[in-house]
């Protein structure tokens, strides 16, 4: 209440700023199994989340038709009981493509994602943790890449690699390294005065050490949270950049493939697009429900804003 | 306040040149050779280089860098490698469709942003709030050519109110230039929106627990006045802020618009230029949507400044 | 004895917690005549900020006023809807806290901020008259430079400005009754007096009564009349200052004298018994809720009556002091009292 006219000064940007970068520095608390059950809209997300994964896992093994096959039914037949979201122009099984297209997608999204966390948490950690010129250079670094809008960027360099599910994982692997970066040495640079990590560096421990044992369970719950988030955003751009025709190439179904030959049949078969669509928006709702409760689980306080 | 903006703009320039030198190296990082890339199989050795010759890639790179640099400053982004001609007019030339359609969408966001997120905010916990703030996390995870193509299909191809796509020049036909902006920027406002209905509820809910809101209620003010004066002007400040940042989004959501709209904007050339590998015209596209980005957000700091003189110092 | 300008009666407030209800402030009764400044001591759970809170209707969820009434000049606020409430709040009973520059709308100028404050409360002149009516209050704080600061944003100001500012504002209607939460703790010792002085001036001037919650007991000595010790959500002991502060009736009042049992801080003595926390409401003593403390009982060899039961006042009377063995502590009271 006794806000201090400083900070309140000090507060007015960085606050919004730090929301925004949904970064809540400090006070990380552990995430837990219990936590998860115990939170509604936790557990709803990893619930849907799980699906949606034990989907793509069955596929692997089996799908109602071979997705690749020609005419398991009627051309632009709608959906019924034999195709429960309709067949294409080639008379294939709709859900059979989507299910085998959740593989492709969500293989891409997450390995997009844990190749970003790595090297953003790399990143993170040795900037904030070195300080300096090196801490510096890398927060310029940052600040440029984040410069460039996340889409763009991506779609820059897919353009430059030629589309393939490898150049989106790339292309999404580079896009999303930054925010990682910058959450990462966020947590560090706040971590890293506190008391245990100063009496661990007085004790002459090697700074791996230090990093490994003091600061990284620090940045652990946030970045969770964080690769939660940019799971929902890599299920988002893959689908867009096929939908754009610069993602995984027809016939191979990802959903941002079978998005593309959605929108070709748009008046006459409107289901292809809506399929597809409709499974994108359930598989990212679970992920951000999820994301959202760990943010609250991690940060208790932002339970009351969000 | 003076100072504050030379201070902001002594941020801005050296970022501006760090990312033109990115997206000259990014010519350059083509696996191979632009020119051999583009082409693909069909380009000769000695077609390749002639092209490189013609367009005076096979310079030293820092002299091409001081070249493309010079350019720029003129507003000369360069010559297309697939069609020779200058890109800055053709940008130009998109520039109109894309920019009606960034405001219609900005005007759209605010317009269901700004009071969903505040009434959430104000009656945070009550029935408005339960269904607002699960509609925000629903708009979160939807793919804006699903919204997009379900108002196409609803609007367009159902009712027929709407035609399915298609852009007029303001100039030549207000009104049906409208018409015709709607879907899209429409469908920009419900992807963009759920982000700043929850940052705004966020914000409104932290002022009412400050100390002067409260203090309002002590000095017995009208609710009204609380709500409007105290509340919703202060809630104002940040969704400038929120925009800002949300720019790059909604230019990101714009590439995706245009194309399903068939709207003649710079995310559409841009679209076509990386279909076609034109590295040249996706380079320019990228540095003036990055520019643009950032320049507006240095736009939206200072503005902040002046509505917020906290900030300032 | 002419009717009292607020008369508080077995005043309640209770917050509903997570294991049942607690009270902050306990079936306190008190009454404030006209121009008069009344101190209102205690440590930091003591309930004196609630209290205060209470007078104004303002007590925070999950908090509320369970009991008791709340009578100025007759009229029962306790009573009144919430919209009536509204209107007494800021016209009839005004709030000063500590920290001005939070209270005020950042965005707003001094001027506008105080010009509301007048709209709000039913002024139907123009806007220009009333802020001709702000900055003649605003001259009456003795603010410098009224002209140019009523343009300024409250941000723009010294905290010293900022505070007769906000003085300004609760005065500005001319409430008969202004609750001053700590006005000037956050301010430095010179700027401190010159706040005090004008508070003494308006009350003595204008005839408005100041409810002073405080825990600065120097503060009280220099501007109060009379002083009311809280402590766990009673007031424990009732006096003018001169008596309170000569003849302390009550161990808890007479501990805090001593200096032995600073208001804010860590205890100086080594007691035993006075060191510690001040309860917390959740978990209050029975009896008299001094008694694990209390050095008294303590020389007595613990009295069970302590223990048991709540120590009974007569708040009739102009001093007194809630505990069973006030007499052994002040032989004189019971003269004074008598006599």
Known sequence: MNTNMLDAINAAKPKLRRRITTVPVGGAKAITFQAVVGHRRALLGAILTAIVVLVAVVSIFW?????????????????????????????????????AGAQVSLTVAASAVAAAAIAGTVIGLVAGFVGGVLDLLATRIVDIMLAIPGLVFALGIVALLGPSARSVTVALAIVYTWQFARIVRSVVISVRSRSYVEA???????????????????????LIVQVTTALAWGILDEASLGFLGLGVQPPNPSWGSLLIEGRQYLYDAPWLALGAGSVVVVAVLGVNFLGDGLREIVDPRSGRKN | MLQYVIRRILIVIPLLLALSVLLFLYVHAVPGDPIAGMLGPNGSPELIAQIRADRGLDRPLLEQYADWLAGLFRGDLGVSLLTGQKITPVVIARIPATVQLTLMSLFFTILIGLPAGFVAGRHRGTWIDKVLSPAALLGLSMPVFWIGTLLILVLAVNLHWLPTGGYIPFTQNPARSLQLTFMPAFALGIHLSPFLARMVRATTIELQQEQFVIQASMKGLLPRTITYRYLLRNAIVPVLVILGLQLGTLLGGQV???????????????????????????????????????????GVEVLHAWLDPRVRL | MTEPLLKVTGLTVEFLGRHGTVRAVDDVSFTIGRGEIIGLVGESASGKSTLGLALMRMVPSPGRISSGSISL???????????????????????????????????????????????????????????????????????????????????????????????????????????????????????????????????????????????????????????????AGRIVESGTVREVFRQPAHPYTKALLSGLLPLAGEPLAELDTLSGQPPRPEDWPTGCRFHPRCPLGEALDHPEICMTDDPHVDESQPHWAACHFAELQQPALTEEVAG
């Open chain 1, 63 to 99: 799908t109602p038709y071979d997705p690749t096959a020609f005419k398991t039914g009627a051309p632009f037949s709608p959906p019924d009981l034999a195709h429960p979201m309709g067949t294409d122009v080639y008379g294939r099984d709709i859900l059979s493509r989507i299910m």
């Open chain 1, 200 to 222: 661990a560096r007085g004790l002459d421990v090697g700074p791996l050490t230090i990093m490994g044992k003091d600061i990284f369970p620090s940045v652990l719950p946030i």
């Open chain 2, 256 to 298: 995706i618009i245009e194309q399903l709209f068939n709207w003649p904007g710079i995310g559409r050339l841009l679209v076509e230029g990386a279909i076609q590998r034109d590295y040249l015209v996706v380079q320019s596209l990228i540095l003036v949507i990055a520019a643009v980005y950032v320049i507006v957000n240095l």
């Open chain 3, 73 to 231: 000049e007759g009229q029962d606020l306790a009573a009144l809807s919430e919209a009536e409430m509204r209107t007494v709040r800021g016209s009839r009973i005004s709030l000063i806290v500590q920290d001005a520059l939070a209270t005020m709308n950042p965005v707003t100028t001094i001027g506008e901020q105080i010009e509301e404050v007048i709209r709000d409360h039913g002024d139907r002149s123009s806007r220009a008259e009333r802020m001709t009516r702000a900055a003649t209050m605003l001259r009456e704080v003795r603010l410098p430079n009224v002209d140019q600061n009523l343009r300024r944003f409250p941000h723009e100001l010294s905290g010293g400005m900022q505070q007769r500012v906000a003085i300004a504002e609760g005065l500005v209607l001319g409430p008969q009754v202004i609750i001053a939460d700590e006005p000037t703790t956050a301010l430095d010792v010179t700027v401190q007096a010159q706040i005090l002085s004008l508070l003494r001036e308006i009350c003595d001037t204008r005839g408005t009564s100041i409810v002073f919650v405080t825990h600065d007991l120097a503060t009280v000595a220099e501007i109060c009349d009379r002083v009311m010790v809280m402590y």
